[in-house]
């Protein structure tokens, strides 16, 4: 992967009637990235890939390839191919014409096309499938089926539209690593749609997270989860604990926060003084301790042991909502744990609590 932009969506915006679906959408993705689109049901994540794909074009903005203008070609003209969300493949032809299927506009020499099919066997690993029925596949082998015939074109961009939504769990985690391995080795560029969070986080290189049609932050999975940008993405990107503080007083890059019942703490941000702000903690940041220390005081309200870890919601007076921790059970006997009832004092690292504006 290089730094170069690839494919730069430019301000593109998209309405359906009254339906804003695609609301100034900018983002640059690189060469041979793992990109990834993710938000809730609606938010205009096919909308945009059918955009990227000539399905469907712009009210507003500009797709380049390359630095090549493209927002108004059919989905022919570009390098891009599209794996749709319902694995469609011919159920009437074996595998082997399912995927030769997608290099019939290219009118290629017998041998050549009977080879680039067999290199896209290999590359699903279905060698030796050719001749096998469509109905005869289980689900993840169709859906394997579906993306060679994708890749047999060679695309530069392969753009997939939920891909493994159809499948069960177990299948669709041995996918996702499976995809994320032919990607590297391919080396193409992969824009990927999705609504799960963890699918999205394990598989991409860097993530647009999208909400009712607008891109709220574009990072690496790491930096979504360890610096969100607002509310939403915090909330939406794993479990997240929200407090009310307000800036009391900066010294340099470091502000003074009045966090209520989590007492004053200094913090580096650049929200101002007078500033009211919303501190965010991750359950997992927090460590539990029974004896006091400079660390704020609560009790147990409920304990959930699920064997590699623990979870518990802890009641801080002066709090509306109980603080979730959650602890490791690595290198602890189960006699460690916390009760309900019990007293317990938070811990948690300096940088651990992420400033967001109050919205
Ligand atoms: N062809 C269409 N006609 C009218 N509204 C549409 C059409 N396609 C999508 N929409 C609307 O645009 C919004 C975004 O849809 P979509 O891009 O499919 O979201 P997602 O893929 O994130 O679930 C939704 O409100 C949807 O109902
Ligand atoms: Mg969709």
Redesign the pocket.
């Known amino acids: 992967m290089s730094d170069e932009t690839y494919l730069n969506i430019d301000h593109v915006t998209k309405r ?2 009254k ?1 804003l ?2 609301n100034d959408a900018q983002i640059a993705i690189r060469r041979g990235e793992f990109f990834s ?1 993710l ?12 955009m990227i794909a000539g399905f ?1 074009f712009p009210d507003a903005g500009e797709i380049y390839f390359e630095g090549m203008r493209m927002t108004d070609e059919p989905p022919h003209m570009r390098p891009s191919n599209m794996v749709f969300q319902s694995y469609a493949i011919f159920p009437h032809l074996n595998v082997f014409n399912n995927i030769a299927y997608g290099l019939r506009r290219e009118r290629l020499a017998r041998a050549e096309l009977q080879r680039r099919v067999e290199d896209a066997l290999v590359m699903i690993k279905l060698d030796g499938f050719g001749p096998r029925g469509a109905n005869e596949l289980s689900g993840g082998q169709r859906q394997r089926v579906a993306l060679a015939r994708a890749l047999v074109r060679r695309p530069k961009v392969l753009l997939l ?2 891909p493994l939504g159809a499948l069960d769990r177990r299948l669709r985690e041995a996918m996702q690593i499976e995809l994320r391995a032919l990607q590297k080795s391919v080396g193409i560029t992969f824009v990927f ?1 999705t ?1 799960d969070q963890e699918e999205a986080l394990s598989m991409s290189d860097r993530i647009a997270v ?1 909400s009712a ?1 607008q891109v709220l932050q574009i990072a690496s999975p790491r930096e979504l989860y360890e610096a969100p940008n607002c509310r939403e993405v915090a909330d939406f990107i794993g479990q997240m604990n929200f407090f009310d503080g307000k800036v009391t007083g900066r010294d340099g890059g470091m502000a003074r926060i009045d966090a209520g019942a989590l007492g004053m703490m200094e913090i580096e941000t650049g929200a101002s003084t007078g500033a009211s702000v919303l501190l965010a903690l991750r359950p997992e940041k927090i460590a539990l301790s029974a004896a006091a220390t400079n660390s704020v005081k609560g009790t147990v309200m409920a304990a959930a042991y699920l064997g590699e870890r623990s979870h518990y919601n802890i009641d801080v007076p002066g709090l509306n909502e109980p603080v979730s921790v959650a602890t490791q059970n690595v290198g602890k006997i189960a006699s460690q744990g916390h009760e309900p009832g019990d007293t317990v004092h938070m811990t948690w690292p300096p940088g651990a609590l992420v400033v967001l504006p109050r919205d």
């Not at 938000?39 to 059918?50: A, D, E, H, I, N």
């Open positions: 359906f009637g339906v679906a695609v689109l938000g809730p049901s609606g938010c205009g994540k096919t909308t945009l890939l059918r469907e539209d939920e749609v609504h999208m049609g």
